[in-house]
């Protein structure tokens, strides 16, 4: 639900109802739009490596994903993602070192390039990650939190690279609360 379903009276806007079995399927409806996004997951063994696999279709955007990662141990992994129609898939690896560090470059069979993140644990719950964006130049830098005791925040900045004149970064801040009912 947004603010507004909520502040300005009884109102539709913004709320969309879910149903989820974690693992196995998400349902959700958007009751203003009336539209529906449903995902199907699961997981099997290739070579008694787990492959977990997504499948997500929007229905208003006519749009179907397939989402694939192997697992190849707990620092390592391969993931693939399509949308049905197009000609491109993108393509990214994921090793963890140490238990805190996160090296992450990506390839875009579309675009032809590639992308590169990297993040890092800091003081137990907060998350550094910094990225950058080949074909747009756009490098970001990012600190979040997540706590279900103090909430969870997100404060960002990004800046595009290729203009000539270096501008100001954007910044954004986010934060969000988690209620047990």
């Given at each position: 639900?947004t603010?507004?379903?909520?502040?300005?009276?009884?109102?539709?806007n913004?709320?969309?109802l879910?149903?989820e079995k974690p693992?196995?399927?998400i349902?959700d409806?958007?009751?203003?739009q009336?539209?529906?996004?449903?995902?199907?997951?699961?997981?099997?063994?290739?070579l008694?490596?787990p492959?977990n696999l997504n499948y997500i279709?929007?229905r208003g955007?006519?749009?179907?994903?397939?989402?694939?990662?192997?697992v190849?141990?707990s620092?390592n992994?391969?993931s693939?993602n399509?949308?049905?129609?197009?000609?491109g898939c993108k393509?990214?690896?994921?090793y963890v070192?140490e238990g805190?560090?996160?090296f992450?470059?990506?390839y875009d069979?579309?675009?032809n390039?590639?992308?590169?993140?990297v993040?890092?644990k800091?003081y137990?719950?907060?998350v550094?990650?910094?990225?950058?964006q080949?074909?747009s130049?756009?490098?970001g830098?990012?600190?979040s939190?997540?706590?279900k005791?103090n909430?969870s925040?997100?404060?960002?900045a990004s800046?595009?690279?290729?203009?000539?004149?270096?501008k100001?970064p954007?910044?954004?801040?986010?934060t969000?609360?988690?209620?047990?009912i």
């Amino acid at each position: 639900m947004t603010d507004a379903t909520i502040v300005n009276g009884p109102s539709l806007n913004g709320l969309a109802l879910g149903v989820e079995k974690p693992g196995s399927f998400i349902f959700d409806y958007n009751v203003p739009q009336k539209d529906f996004r449903f995902q199907f997951m699961n997981s099997i063994k290739v070579l008694e490596k787990p492959l977990n696999l997504n499948y997500i279709h929007f229905r208003g955007d006519n749009r179907t994903i397939l989402d694939g990662t192997l697992v190849f141990d707990s620092a390592n992994k391969v993931s693939a993602n399509h949308v049905l129609g197009s000609r491109g898939c993108k393509l990214k690896y994921s090793y963890v070192h140490e238990g805190l560090t996160t090296f992450e470059p990506s390839y875009d069979t579309t675009k032809n390039s590639w992308d590169f993140a990297v993040s890092h644990k800091v003081y137990g719950n907060d998350v550094c990650r910094a990225t950058y964006q080949t074909t747009s130049k756009n490098l970001g830098l990012e600190w979040s939190r997540s706590s279900k005791l103090n909430g969870s925040f997100k404060v960002s900045a990004s800046v595009c690279l290729a203009d000539e004149e270096l501008k100001l970064p954007k910044l954004t801040a986010e934060t969000s609360w988690d209620f047990d009912i």
